[in-house]
């Protein structure tokens, strides 16, 4: 049993404002980092927010991660931009583009920002539910170093390629965050610190065999592609796009420097407000949920749509406190 403490939101922040300033950031930056790593965490994604803050830490002390530098705009067409993340704090740069990606969409009806040489952007959930606020529609992805082999292989070649889809709904969002692998790098971490088995085959342990343990599937990193074939194929095509809408690196080249940084990022955002069958949308969400949820569920499971979750666990967290793993929080704690 993984014991934990349970942190009100406000305390969490706090202690990651203070780390964050004493690495350098200035308080501006400190504050709206910290924010988001909280947000992050009271919403219950624990693997890429609370569980990644040390590793985060541990990137900006390296130099991986420059705390104060700003993301500029070094190209431009019609509705597509191109921008240069100088390295800097991947969640605040992520935030940036996604309220420019808003701006170009509201201009335009679309917007398009591809994002090169920035950050790891946690959560990327965090900047669907951004986009939903401003009532768009946003698709979003970015590539990493290789840690996922193509269908067939043994050695990584691909990455995990996390991929998010929003869309605005009831003065929320339906939000799928996901990699391309079935359980991203964090979620098995966050498996294995448990000491629990995943609930269905995620990888392939040192013999080749698929396994449920995240132990053996972190020693192999042989992670499964989501769909076999398929997660492979559109963790390939993600990483081109990435790559050429952004002019930055790919993952074969990230992968050559060892550690992970300098990644290449698309930002993408809708304007519902511009379509012809605005007013109609609403109601057509509303459809298709309401008969989504009529689905017959099997083995007693709740039928849920994607972010479904995230609502209940923030309001528990909210009002109970942010359960952190011990060990986690006294690594924190020692920063």
Not at 106 to 121: F, I, Y
């Amino acid at each position: 049993m993984i014991e934990t403490v349970l942190i009100p939101a406000e305390k969490l922040k706090e202690v990651f404002f203070s780390v964050l300033l004493k690495y350098g950031f200035e308080k501006g930056k400190a504050e709206a980092c910290a924010d988001i790593f909280t947000s992050n965490s009271v919403d219950g994604v624990y693997s890429h927010s609370v569980n990644r803050f040390v590793s985060f830490v541990k990137l900006v002390e390296k130099g991986f991660v420059i705390p104060n530098n700003e993301p500029q705009k070094v190209y431009g067409m019609n509705a597509l931009e191109q921008w240069d993340g100088k390295l800097g704090a991947g969640v605040l740069n992520a935030v940036k583009v996604t309220d420019r990606a808003i701006q170009i969409a509201k201009d335009n009806g679309m917007g398009c920002v591809a994002l090169a040489n920035t950050n790891h952007w946690m959560r990327g959930g965090y900047y669907g539910w951004q986009a939903a606020k401003k009532n768009c529609v946003f698709i979003g992805w970015t590539n990493t170093i290789a840690n996922m082999p193509a269908w067939g292989a043994v050695d990584a070649r691909l990455g995990n390629t996390p991929l998010v889809i929003a869309v605005p709904f009831r003065g929320e969002a339906i939000v799928l965050d996901m990699a391309t692998s079935q359980f991203s790098y964090g979620a098995l971490e966050m498996t294995n610190m448990k000491g629990e088995d995943l609930p269905v085959d995620g990888g392939f342990n040192t013999k080749g065999e698929l396994t449920k343990n995240p132990s053996e599937i972190l020693e192999s990193k042989r992670v499964l592609p989501v769909g076999y074939w398929k997660g492979a194929g559109l963790s390939l095509l993600l990483d081109i796009l990435s790559a050429i809408l952004s002019a930055g690196y790919s993952t074969r080249e990230i992968t050559q420097r060892k550690t992970e940084y300098g990644l290449s990022q698309v930002f993408i955002a809708i304007d519902l407000q511009q379509l012809k069958n605005y007013k109609g949308i609403e109601s057509c969400i509303n459809n298709i949920i309401t008969d989504y949820k009529q689905s017959i569920p099997g083995e007693e499971k709740e039928i849920i749509f994607p972010g479904e979750l995230v609502l209940k666990t923030r309001e528990k967290n909210l009002k109970n406190g942010i359960p952190v793993m011990k060990k986690v929080w006294t690594k924190i704690e020692s920063l």
